[in-house]
């Protein structure tokens, strides 16, 4: 698990990496981009994949029948009501409360930008630019986390709006992470079993 987080990361950084660089972002040069960027998503993925292994650990220890699934079939006595229930509260509970004790500094990604060019964020101008601005306007359902106000509101004025965004973004992207998984799992399922007919 430690391993997989790893990779995952630092093939997710580097793709940034290189996505800036074909977008002609002179202000991020490659060499100093990703001498930044691998490093600092190497500890992050590495803290992220011990979470991982410590919560695999803990389940193989208690209840080692639950990783041991067969088939694609739960062991016996557990139903999978109950275990999307499980995932529904867990959803709830991280998504929606924990989400809210999560740090206000910058990401992997900003830092790096922030110690290439001194700045969080860059700038972008062009007709492409605004374009596709405009459509992310029109179209964003939680723009920085937050609920969505009507034109020409502080969209940060309220604590209360801002606390209740995050919650939702949280529960939001929480739920289409487990429906993502589970349409993984699926597919897996499916090309098994159609591997083993063929």
Known sequence: S??????????????????????????????????LMQPIHLAIGL????????????VWRARPDLLAIDGGHLPAGISLKKVLIGF?????VVGGGLSLLASSNPDGLEWSVFHV????????????????AAVQDKTELLPDYSLKTPEGTDRNGSGTSTAAGTSV?????????????????????WLRKRGKHA
């Open 2 to 35: 430690i391993f997989s987080v790893v990779v995952a990361l630092q093939i997710g950084a580097f793709g940034v990496v290189l996505e800036t660089v074909a977008s002609g972002k002179t202000e991020l040069p490659f060499s100093s981009f990703v001498l």
């Open 47 to 58: 803290v992220e994949g011990l979470v991982t292994a410590a919560v695999l650990t803990f």
């Open 88 to 92: 529904g509260i867990a959803v709830l």
């Open 117 to 132: 060019t001194g700045k969080e964020r860059l700038a972008a101008d062009g007709t492409t630019h605004d374009f596709f």
């Open 169 to 189: 973004s949280g529960i939001v992207g929480g739920t289409m992470t487990l429906l993502l998984a589970g349409l993984i799992g699926l597919l897996v399922t």
